[in-house]
Structure formats: C-alpha cells, structure tokens
Nanobody, 124 residues
Framework: QAQLVESGGGLVQAGGSLRLSCAASGRTLSGYAMGWFRQAPGKEREFVAAISRTGGNIDYADSVKGRFTISRDITKNTVTLQMNSLKPEDTAVYYC?????????????????WGQGTQVTVTS
C-alpha cells in the first residue's frame, strides 16, 4: 500500500509561483502513472496534470497548460508540480495520486492511491 504525502501549498498573490511535492512511502512509484488533481469548494475534483510511468509522456489540463509543469524523480520516489503565473481560479486543494493499471490518465477513478491534499490559495 503506497502512502502519498503532498507538501508545498500555501498562500500566494496572483502571478506568483508555488512548487508542490508528492512523496511516497511504502511502495516505489516507478510502476505507477502519477497525477495531480484539484478540488475547489463546491466543485468536483478535476484533472490538472499527469505523467506516465517512465516520465516520457505528460498531459495537462488546458487551464494550466503553459503555466504548470509536472515532473518525477524515480530515485527520490517523488513527483513535483511547479506552478507559475498563478491565478485566483487556481485556488483549490491539490491532490497527488498514483495509478497502477494505466499508462497515464485524466480519470479520477483510475487512480489507486491518493494523498490527503494540500491547500493552494491565490489572492488577487
């Protein structure tokens, strides 16, 4: 059973940057596709970014493309989401997730393990 822990959230002004990290324990992430999702109050959890098992294939939601960058470090068993040019509409709880049965996915139910989330708040 993999345990995922996110860190790096916080309060930032519009136009600023944050770097989220997801660390895993209990299982190596090398066999998993990884994703970042977010959920704002009163809204459904939505896809943000995903990276394939080897890191060679990456996907972004249109709303973050060109501003966010997902990466993974197999040796450190971590996944990172670099968020630049943040907007107030990026405000949400951000979740890291791992999917064992797919190559890469945007779909919430295809992910097997989830972190507890980290709050990102962007002020105007």
């Amino acid at each position: 059973q993999a345990q995922l822990v996110e860190s790096g959230g916080g309060l930032v002004q519009a136009g600023g940057s944050l770097r989220l990290s997801c660390a895993a324990s209990g299982r190596t992430l090398s066999g998993y596709a990884m994703g970042w999702f977010r959920q704002a109050p009163g809204k459904e959890r939505e896809f943000v970014a995903a990276i394939s098992r080897t890191g060679g294939n990456i996907d972004y939601a249109d709303s973050v493309k060109g501003r966010f960058t997902i990466s993974r470090d197999i040796t450190k068993n971590t996944v990172t989401l670099q968020m630049n040019s943040l907007k107030p509409e990026d405000t949400a709880v951000y979740y890291c997730a791992a999917a064992g049965a797919v190559w890469r996915s945007r779909v919430v139910y295809e992910y097997d393990y989830w972190g507890q989330g980290t709050q990102v708040t962007v002020t105007s």
